[in-house]
């Protein structure tokens, strides 16, 4: 069953339903990255990143919360993620999973242009890390074969041309 896929005043409102973070005063889509479609909430409280999260078998959005908490209690700056009205991190809704975390703002660096003092502090934080989650128990080993059974050429094809059409679909119907 394919899900439905969200216009941005369906997204506003499954975000007033279900998070006490104030009014929206704007939703942007983040065109950028893989796997799950994000959207950039502006409240007058806060930025928020709401995320409908895609390949829960190999994300585990259960864990990335606790993941998260470990790592800003070891100085690690880190987004912090919100609970829903009834107190989870998870919003299960109309077939999507979601959550919610504080909106980081940053610059994706082209590819090959990092200067050498990032690369070298961008290594140390990765450090830092795998020194804290070495003891995380709740993490499992490797993407698992479910990746692979997941992500084939044709998977890939059609997930690409999906995310084309709902890019077109929703830009129609925000006009």
Excluded at 58 to 80: A, R, T
Excluded at 85 to 102: A, D, P, V
Excluded at 125 to 140: P, Q, W, Y
Aim: charged share 25%; aromatic share 10%; with cysteine.
């Amino acid at each position: 069953m394919d899900k439905k896929n969200f216009i941005i005043s369906d997204i506003r409102e499954i975000i007033e339903r279900n998070y006490g973070i104030g009014i929206i005063k704007e939703i942007n889509r983040i065109l950028e990255g893989a796997s799950s479609e994000c959207f950039h909430i502006i409240t007058k409280e806060g930025e928020y990143l709401f995320k409908d999260i895609e390949m829960i078998f190999m994300n585990h959005p259960d864990k990335e919360p606790l993941i998260n908490n470990l790592l800003s209690k070891n100085g690690i700056p880190v987004s912090e993620f919100y609970k829903t009205k009834n107190g989870e991190y998870l919003l299960e809704y109309s077939g999507h999973t979601f959550h919610l975390q504080s909106f980081i703002k940053g610059k994706i660096l082209e590819v090959n242009t990092a200067p050498k003092w990032f690369m070298k502090e961008s290594a140390e934080m990765l450090g830092k890390i795998h020194k804290v989650l070495e003891g995380f128990s709740l993490l499992t080993s490797g993407i698992g074969k479910e990746f692979f059974e997941f992500i084939t050429p044709e998977a890939a094809k059609i997930s690409y041309e999906k995310s084309v059409n709902m890019q077109i679909l929703s830009a129609l119907m925000e006009k």
